[in-house]
Nanobody
Framework: QVQVVESGGGSVQAGGSLRLSCTAS????????MSWYRQAPGKEREFVSF???????NYADSVKGRFTGSRDNANNIVYLQMNSLKPEDTAIYYC???????????WGQGTQVTVSS
């Protein structure tokens, strides 16, 4: 069973930065896409960023220009660099791991990001 683990969350003031990491343990079968989602209290989970198997990226309009996704294929890690953070970025951030040779998605447990004004 693939285990997806996020890390790097924390509390920062508005304008600050955090870098989230996501790794899928012991996975070497085929290449994969990775996405970041977030869920704020009382709201539905929403898409934040996509980092594709060849390094392509896509972002929600609300984070474009502030967040940057990247990947380290050698170590099976995907990053989300978050700059110029705003209070409305406060949420639990989840990583979704999608091996392209399967129809399955694997989710992590999430990491809390709190931005104070």
């Amino acid at each position: 069973q693939v285990q997806v683990v996020e890390s790097g969350g924390g509390s920062v003031q508005a304008g600050g930065s955090l870098r989230l990491s996501c790794t899928a343990s012991d996975y070497t079968y085929c290449t994969y896409d990775m996405s970041w989602y977030r869920q704020a209290p009382g709201k539905e989970r929403e898409f934040v960023s996509f980092v594709g198997r060849y390094g392509s990226t896509n972002y929600a309009d609300s984070v474009k220009g502030r967040f940057t996704g990247s990947r380290d294929n050698a170590n099976n890690i995907v990053y989300l660099q978050m700059n110029s953070l705003k209070p409305e970025d406060t949420a639990i951030y989840y990583c979704k791991f999608h091996p392209v040779c399967t129809s399955k998605d694997y989710w992590g447990q999430g990491t809390q990001v709190t931005v104070s004004s």
